[in-house]
């Protein structure tokens, strides 16, 4: 199989970002006889024709477009790059005076001559000795800076391993973290909450470790094991559940939250990412693997680079690099340099919050303003990241990529060295085959017709087949030899030469500084990371973010477990270790963990284990005034806090409960099966032709309406607003869609930036635009209409009203099966009696009301009821 490096196509972006940031060497051309020739053919009309309009020396810059200077002119503006070196169909300026674009110099056209020396110059590497001048940044934070910060600031520190302290009730701790909490808690004269009862423990675990409510048979033994031993009982379930499938769905949710997932680009254009679903499945596997988390660090970080022993090996590594390519991106970005320069800066900020719990993003403009980061470290860290090329766009075709703005941002995408295609991808026959790729020789016979200097409507004739060629291309690049289907993911690879980049003044592109050699963050590193010349140092970035040495990157994943499992972290910024964060509540237990964590293998499965045996996981959430008003926040952990279920949690739960929950992982994605295709707003997934009849029928109930003669009070009818009829069809459309699109767990559910599905949306799903450690978790009114109105909710409690009436006919029965299956235990007598007032509200039953089956009607009110309780949607 192919290594996916040979795919590399000739991309604009490493060339013009290299110049801007980087030193410069374009080959044997540039050379005296080059600069020769661009002083006597290039340069004079350059100053005759364009710097009145596009120079610094005139005061005047349109489209943002500058031709003084080298970097300038291949930095461009508004519409790109004024010159990509080599590269005619790429350079704005090329286009320009041959008209193919814009008709400039908008005096006249130039004469054939002078197009041709342009053309050779452009050809030849594009030649020029003008230089922009390196503007000299003087830093405020010196080296004793970072040095006092490396001796004294607590999350610089390594983590050394503390001996549990000793407390007076040393019958209460089952191991060490209820020795740290009790001794806490026994310094300020408080004491922890008593334990939880079996069901409310066991459900805790149950939704923590696997995101669903117990089964009626892990109930059952669960209460029985409790009354042996409860330690004994939870660390059995715990076993269970830990290796269970759904385990790593739950937790492969959590890191998908900081990972920013999603299955499309965002910012504008929204572009789909139909190989992403392939990211997601890695990280599920790898936590039901209970892969070591430092491999999976590397993996993700540098996973192309590291050695693999089979190709299966290898694809899963390709595939993890995904996590540096699966971000929001602003494909209408005009100016390729500053997609580029935003592209490093995207991939800077995930990598240092998500493993180092450090906001390095902040220096890209300005010395760090809180933290002992200057501004050339950022750009050290830049030098390990730019010309890497990110695949995330179409598939690479053998005809090439359109050459528009967008598809010059749109990348591609690897071929993977196994045979595990997309389950949605078409296969052709070979006359099938045969026949495409005659049609796409026609259309680019077509395009050379027109000619490179053609105007009028041939421009637009030229942008049309552009585009249906590159339709056709990736249908044809998808497929083998053999009309079978290719395996693509998104992911990373190395530049061709790795080089030091430059310092960007104020962050902006056209201000370079100096040269700042590739490294790492100097107040993090402290044993030094080497940098091999010929190499990004992307490879060893990974290795010391993923190592032992590095207890940073190891304390803030406990801290990310601790929160899961508790609610709040260790540290409640979870992203933040820095000076403005939160200082740690317990910072021996936290560095007790941490030890533990590395030493157990680095073994995510272990640490949650060693955390919900703890005493401190048991405690019951019961109030406390004395204790709230000595620690109103609970930082010294004297209960258990109250949490409410996250969307997904809620969503399954209520699948689940109704039996209609399918607990097998579906193939792909519902955005693997749109294809490659740009989201329309609101409306991705949803049928368009059951829209627009919609529309017309309201449109056409409306002029009925307004047709009726006069009776009674005046109304303000007005004339039919197809725009608020849209808005209303979509609403209904993405209901129904959140009820039918699937059964299958939330976390398969599509996941498009800006189109989040209704049923997380309201539940304070991740945003997948940036990183979240924390969602927030709030109690609205949307949320009690959501459990009122949507179909969703509606048809979920007709099924388990049905489910119901299958095991009993007996109305009472009924109705404390209902309260088994939501909440996990019998109705007490007093919500025995406002459960039979309800129903018989509905029924109209008053005689022999025990012995009659309840109507489905009135069954699945009552569960609609009880699935939209606070009992229901929190764990106590």
């Known amino acids: 199989m192919n290594n996916p490096r040979r795919f590399r196509h000739r991309f604009a972006l490493t060339a013009l970002l290299t110049v801007v940031l980087g030193s410069v060497t374009w080959g044997q051309e540039d050379s005296a006889e080059g600069n020769a020739f661009f002083e006597s053919n290039i340069r004079p009309v350059l100053i005759k024709e364009c710097y009145s309009c596009h120079s610094n020396q005139t005061g005047n810059a349109r489209g943002g477009l500058r031709l003084d200077t080298q970097q300038l002119t291949i930095i461009g503006g508004d519409s790109g790059a004024a010159i990509v070196p080599g590269d005619l169909d790429e350079s704005q300026l090329w286009l320009a005076i041959t008209h193919q674009s814009s008709e400039m110099p908008p005096r006249g056209r130039l004469s054939d001559t002078v197009i041709e020396d342009f053309r050779r110059w452009i050809e030849m590497g594009a030649p020029d000795p003008r230089e922009t ?35 007076n009730h040393d019958e209460w701790p089952t191991n060490a973290i209820d020795q740290f909490v009790l001794a806490k808690l026994e310094s300020k004269a408080l004491t922890p909450a008593v334990d939880a009862d079996a069901q409310s423990v066991l459900r805790r675990l149950t939704f923590d470790l696997i995101g669903l409510p117990p089964t009626s048979e892990q109930r059952s033994s669960f209460e029985n094991r409790w009354q042996e031993s409860p330690e004994s009982a939870i660390a059995s379930m715990t076993s269970e559940l830990l290796g269970s499938d759904q385990y790593g769905e739950r937790w492969g949710r ?18 789909t990412y139909p190989h992403a679903w392939r990211y997601r499945d890695y990280v599920i596997d790898s936590f039901n693997d209970d892969k070591p988390f430092d491999q999976f660090t590397q993996e993700q970080i540098a996973g192309d680079l590291m050695p693999a022993k089979s190709d299966q090996q290898w694809s899963e590594q390709l595939i993890a690099t995904t996590f540096l390519a699966v971000g929001a991106k602003a494909v209408n970005e ?68 359109a050459k528009t703005a967008q598809s010059r941002r749109t990348s591609s995408l690897l071929l993977l060295p196994v045979d595990d295609p997309n389950p949605y991808d078409a296969s052709y026959s070979a006359q099938e085959l045969k026949q495409l790729r005659d049609r796409i020789v026609e259309k680019r016979r077509e395009l050379s017709q027109l000619g ?5 409507n041939s421009i637009r004739e030229r942008l049309r087949l552009t585009n249906e060629i590159a339709q056709l291309s990736a249908k044809y690049s998808v497929v083998d030899e053999n009309g079978q289907p290719k395996s693509y993911c998104m992911g990373v690879q190395e530049p061709d030469q790795p080089r030091d980049v430059r310092v960007l003044v ?6 370079p500084g100096p040269v700042i050699p590739r490294g790492v963050p100097q107040v993090l590193n402290r044993d030094g990371v080497d940098i091999p010349v010929d190499q990004s140092g992307r490879l060893q970035l990974a290795q010391w973010i993923g190592s032992d040495a590095n207890t940073l990157t190891a304390r803030v994943m406990v801290n990310r477990v601790w929160k899961h499992l508790f609610g709040r972290g260790l540290v409640s910024s979870l992203e933040d270790f820095g000076s403005t964060g939160d200082r740690p509540s317990h910072p021996e237990l936290l560095d007790h963990l941490t030890v533990g964590f590395i030493e157990s293998g680095w073994s995510v499965k272990t640490l949650i284990q060693t955390i919900v045996t703890s005493r401190t996981y048991r405690m019951s959430s019961e109030f406390d005034q004395q204790h709230f008003e000595a620690d109103p926040e609970n930082r010294l952990l004297w209960r258990m806090e109250p949490r409410r279920l996250d969307a997904e949690a809620i969503r399954d739960a209520m699948l ?18 749109a294809g490659y295709v740009a989201v329309r707003d609101g409306t991705f997934g949803i049928d368009r032709d059951r829209i627009r009849e919609q529309i017309e029928d309201a449109m056409k109930q409306q002029r009925v309406r307004t047709r009726r003669p006069f009776s009674g009070p005046r109304q303000a009818m007005g004339r039919p607003n197809p725009r608020q009829f849209l ?13 039918t699109t699937a059964t299958y767990r939330s976390v398969y559910l599509p996941v498009v930036r800006d189109e989040v599905p209704r049923s997380l949306e309201v539940f304070d799903f991740a945003d997948p635009n940036t990183v979240i450690g924390n969602r927030e978790s709030s109690n609205t009114a949307n949320q009690a209409l959501y459990f009122m109105n949507n179909p969703f909710v509606i048809q979920q409690s007709d099924a388990t009203a049905q489910r119901i009436a299958k095991q009993s006919s007996r109305s009472i029965d009924q109705i404390k099966l209902a309260f088994e299956h939501i909440y996990g235990r019998q109705p007490s007598s007093t919500e025995r009696v406002a459960a039979i007032s309800l129903v018989k509200s509905m029924t109209g039953q008053k005689n022999n009301f025990n012995q009659r089956q309840l109507g489905v009607a009135a069954l699945s009110t009552l569960c609609q009821s009880l699935f939209a309780s606070a009992e229901f949607r929190y764990l106590d």
């Open 133 to 167: 001048e390196i503007v000299e940044v003087q830093s405020s934070i010196t080296s004793a800076d970072i040095e006092t910060a490396k001796a004294e600031f607590w999350a610089y520190q390594p983590a050394h391993d503390h001996q549990p302290p000793r407390v």
């Open 254 to 271: 959590h890191w998908l939250d900081v990972a920013r997932y999603a299955e499309s680009t965002g910012r504008g254009v929204n572009m």
């Open 334 to 401: 005009q100016n390729p340099v500053q997609f580029a320069a935003d592209l490093v800066d995207e991939q800077i900020d995930v990598t240092t919050r998500v493993f180092l719990g450090q906001s390095v993003a902040c220096a890209r403009c300005h010395d760090h303003k809180f933290d002992p980061i200057p501004q050339s470290d950022y750009y050290a860290l830049a030098g390990i990241f730019a010309g890497m090329k990110t695949y995330f766009g179409n598939p690479p075709s053998e005809f090439g990529e």
């Open 452 to 456: 490179p200097r053609s105007g009028g």
């Open 506 to 511: 104020r962050g902006e592109i056209d201000a």
């Open 656 to 673: 689940l409960i109704s039996s209609d929950l399918q607990l097998e992982r579906p193939r792909g994605s519902e955005v693997a099966k």
């Open 727 to 739: 808005e209303e069809a979509i609403e209904r459309e993405r209901d129904r869609l959140d009820m």
